[in-house]
């Protein structure tokens, strides 16, 4: 009696931390597995599979982290994860190339998209170009000349010309004259 109330207990707590056990296979082993198949292949179905899954991933992740005492709440949360994760990882569902074509997809190519003012969630500031007008290189190395003189100028230019001969050759050295001692 005692060998079936082992084999039951196992099966007890397998079944109670199915969640526990299941989620790292299907979350992360499978899609390291994967994602280093695809990479192996020509096939950019694969790939474009994989870089979604790994984007949905993070997001999931970092939902997750921020509202973790929430999720603490929902008893389900964990299977509901599984779930999901199972949708996106699966090659019958391929759910992540799903969510790429029709979410991700079309707002990316089509910039044509309006986009509510205030939904944006990262600001990046706007930088002013410095040439408001097409001969404003003219001016700006007109300038240089006019407070470097013209020697200084072509010095500039002939190193430029020397770096980018060294970088094309796959060279690439500093030269003495970029420092000023």
């Given at each position: 009696?005692?060998?079936?109330?082992?084999?039951?207990?196992?099966?007890?707590?397998?079944?109670n931390?199915?969640?526990?056990?299941?989620?790292?296979?299907?979350?992360?082993?499978?899609?390291?597995?994967?994602?280093?198949?695809?990479?192996?292949?020509?096939s950019?179905?694969?790939?474009?599979?994989?870089?979604?899954y790994?984007?949905?991933?993070?997001?999931?992740?970092?939902?997750e982290l921020?509202?973790a005492?929430?999720?603490?709440?929902?008893?389900?949360?964990?299977?509901?994860?599984?779930?999901?994760?199972?949708?996106?990882?699966?090659?019958?569902?391929?759910?992540?190339?799903?969510?790429?074509?029709?979410?991700?997809?079309?707002?990316?190519?089509?910039?044509?998209?309006p986009?509510?003012?205030?939904?944006?969630?990262?600001?990046?500031?706007?930088?002013?170009?410095?040439?408001?007008?097409?001969?404003?290189?003219?001016?700006?190395?007109?300038?240089?000349?006019?407070?470097?003189?013209?020697?200084?100028?072509?010095?500039?230019?002939?190193?430029?010309?020397?770096?980018?001969?060294?970088?094309?050759?796959?060279?690439y050295?500093?030269?003495?004259?970029?420092?000023?001692?």
């Amino acid at each position: 009696m005692g060998a079936s109330d082992n084999n039951n207990n196992f099966l007890q707590v397998v079944f109670n931390n199915f969640d526990v056990l299941a989620l790292p296979l299907v979350t992360l082993v499978y899609p390291l597995y994967a994602s280093i198949k695809a990479i192996e292949t020509k096939s950019t179905t694969d790939d474009q599979q994989w870089l979604t899954y790994w984007i949905l991933y993070s997001i999931l992740t970092l939902f997750e982290l921020t509202f973790a005492k929430v999720l603490e709440l929902l008893p389900i949360w964990p299977f509901a994860k599984l779930i999901f994760s199972c949708w996106l990882v699966l090659p019958h569902f391929n759910g992540a190339a799903v969510v790429y074509r029709n979410y991700i997809r079309p707002f990316y190519m089509n910039p044509q998209i309006p986009i509510p003012q205030g939904s944006q969630i990262w600001y990046f500031p706007q930088k002013k170009s410095i040439f408001r007008e097409p001969d404003d290189v003219l001016s700006a190395a007109e300038r240089y000349m006019e407070e470097h003189g013209t020697e200084a100028f072509e010095r500039l230019i002939s190193k430029n010309d020397r770096q980018a001969r060294a970088r094309r050759n796959g060279n690439y050295m500093i030269f003495d004259d970029d420092y000023r001692y």
